[in-house]
């Protein structure tokens, strides 16, 4: 049996306006639910992202120890994992800062004293490690 508004509001005489509400809040309730299942939905499905593989480590704000200290860290900590194909160091742009330099100066010096093979990315100012390559166990700054 199906009971139609109109006669909801005869039999329990509710003022028409106040039905009203009560429908424009029952639509709204069930457009909420829908776009509660449709996010629940987007979040389940899988990202189409090209950086799932990629670590960037933004090295501009800090000094050149904590930049070559953190650089350390992540080797250490990412190196052997194969989810994680590329480390990105990000310098910030080449402005003439001595202190950006002096910071990648030290990173690239370290990554070449450790023979870890590295190569400028097509941004201004960012490294990119390939992790695959980087062998954890002879890192010489393991043991830190």
């Known amino acids: 049996m199906v009971v139609s508004m109109d006669s909801i509001v005869h039999m329990l005489n ?14 709204y309730a069930q457009k909420a639910r829908e776009a509660d299942e449709k ?7 899988p990202r189409k992202s090209s950086n799932k593989d990629k670590v960037t480590l933004d090295l501009e704000p800090h000094r050149s120890r904590e930049a070559l200290d953190l650089v350390k860290l992540h080797l250490r900590q990412l190196a052997g994992i194969p989810t994680f194909k590329c480390l990105k160091l ?21 990554l070449n004293n450790e023979s870890i093979q590295w190569n400028e990315d097509a ?6 490690i390939d992790l695959d390559q980087v062998n954890p166990g002879k890192l010489s700054f393991v043991m830190e």
Do not use: H, W, Y
């Open 14 to 27: 509710f003022d028409p306006l106040i039905v009203e509400v009560m429908s424009l809040g029952n639509n």
């Open 90 to 110: 990000v310098f910030g742009a080449d402005g003439g800062d001595s202190k950006k330099a002096k910071t990648r100066r030290l990173v690239i010096k370290l």
């Open 123 to 128: 941004e201004q100012g960012v490294i990119c």
């Open 39 to 45: 996010s629940a939905a987007m979040l389940l499905q």
